[in-house]
């Protein structure tokens, strides 16, 4: 099992990855948006309440992966400041069975973090079966993933 600064570290580096994902789909989404027009035709009306409905779900989702990464970075700051670390000092955390990152955090209270190499997976026990479950709380909306685009 991992320690708890390890997982806020380990946490802190998803989300980033995460928020950034997330931005880029958003700008995608606004970048292709549907404008209105003039169109009088329903049907048209409705292709562009879809598409105004998505970017306010990948809004939706951007602004709730930046509000865990700076609960995330407050909780890594707090941390530092637990153990009186000073700025920009460099720390090695280990994720094991998936990578090593750097974080520090500057004098203006920004966390910094990159991923500077991937680990081999831990081996697992042949009589160890693993399960991993997917929880998508709206998987009877819209897929992010759709290709039916219009």
Not at 36 to 41: K, M, V
Request: proline share 3%; with cysteine.
């Amino acid at each position: 099992m991992d320690g708890e600064f390890t997982n806020y570290c380990k946490r802190y580096y998803e989300l980033l990855q995460q928020v950034d994902e997330k931005e880029r789909r958003l700008i995608n989404l606004i970048d292709n948006a549907l404008p209105y027009t003039g169109q009088t035709d329903v049907a048209e009306l409705d292709a562009i309440l879809k598409c105004n409905r998505r970017i306010l779900k990948a809004s939706d989702a951007t602004d709730d992966a930046i509000e865990a990464k700076q609960e995330t970075e407050a909780t890594i700051l707090q941390i530092l400041e637990y153990f009186e670390i000073p700025a920009n000092t460099r720390l090695r955390c280990e994720v094991p069975g998936f990578y090593e990152l750097i974080m520090w955090a500057d004098e203006e209270k920004t966390v910094h973090c990159y991923k500077i190499k991937d680990l081999a997976p831990l081996e697992q026990d042949e009589n160890i079966i693993k399960i991993q479950l997917n929880y998508n709380r709206d998987s009877w909306e819209d897929n992010e993933d759709d290709d039916d685009d219009e």
